[in-house]
């Protein structure tokens, strides 16, 4: 089973739009992960039932025991994150928020008041798509831990052992930890950008985490034909990296269309769905993939 991972080093360049594409276009289904966990999207473009979540337990959290705080202040002394406060009526308090579960305050605490516990940050999903399994994942706002919730999305993923030939990830944008946690493993990188300037920009930083894991790449071009002298430059850029380009998407209003109706655009007759179809069939002769 092959493992590609779609990517962008931004956020709004189609990125999502492409994952659906292919996993629309395959012949056959799937393995499906949409690792965007701070915003994870690709369920809107996909017909998803039968949803299943189990909890995710991120960063541990302290509370103080009010029966037996004595009120010294200690905690709050040592406490790096500004985590906790003393309200007017001299009780110490710990805002979950903040506190980032290090478990200084319960060491420093000589009453032994402060607890530290597990606390849930998300929960991790599977759901049934007509194109095979889809794991997904919602981060709760406020919490951390991004990467991790990545990596039990891809955990669940490959433990479900489906028959298939090949494991697409939807990736989040950026260069972060969910990105980082997202591209480990992989065998190969579809990288999605436009002609933008700081779509270009983000690109090479892109490139350069990819070339640490050493994971082939491949490039799909999206709203090509709208500013043709940065189209032509990334064009040329890839020709110096040595990064195949698999797909060429013109900018296409029916995308826009298809989004709002929650379906994916390789499901219309398109000029964008017919430069999909396209790109997949590379991706798939590049890797080997069956169709």
Not at 245 to 252: E, N, R, S, V
């Amino acid at each position: 089973m092959k493992t590609i991972a779609v990517m962008s080093g931004k956020g709004g360049t189609g990125k999502t739009m492409v994952a659906a594409g292919f996993s629309v276009f395959s012949d056959e289904k799937l393995l499906l992960a949409d690792c965007d966990v701070d915003a994870a999207n690709l369920s809107l473009l996909l017909e998803t039932s039968n949803t299943e979540c189990r909890p995710f337990m991120g960063l541990e959290c302290a509370a103080i025991d009010q029966t037996k705080c004595v009120g010294c202040g200690i905690c709050q002394v040592y406490c790096r994150f500004s985590a906790i406060s003393q309200g007017d009526d001299g009780i110490f308090c710990i805002n979950p928020l903040k506190c980032e579960g290090c478990g200084v305050c319960s060491l420093v605490c000589r009453e032994g008041a402060v607890v530290i516990s597990e606390r849930q940050s998300g929960e991790v999903c599977r759901s049934d798509t007509p194109h095979g399994p889809l794991f997904h994942a919602e981060l709760f706002p406020g919490s951390g831990t991004s990467g991790r919730l990545v990596f039990e999305v891809k955990k669940d993923a490959l433990n479900d052992e489906p028959n298939v030939p090949a494991f697409l990830i939807d990736g989040p944008p950026g260069i972060g930890c969910p990105v980082i946690s997202a591209i480990s493993g992989v065998d190969a990188v579809v990288l999605v950008t436009e002609p933008g300037i700081s779509a270009l920009h983000d690109l090479r930083r892109l490139v350069t985490i990819c070339r640490q894991f050493g994971v082939q790449m491949f490039l799909v071009l999206n709203k090509a034909d709208l500013d043709e002298e940065r189209a032509e430059y990334v064009r040329r850029y890839c020709a110096d990296e040595k990064i195949e380009i698999i797909g060429t998407i013109p900018f296409d209003p029916a995308v826009i269309e298809a989004a709002r109706r929650g379906e994916s655009v390789a499901g219309m007759d398109t000029p964008a769905a017919e430069s999909l179809k396209k790109s997949w069939k590379a991706l798939s002769a590049a890797m080997g993939i069956s169709q």
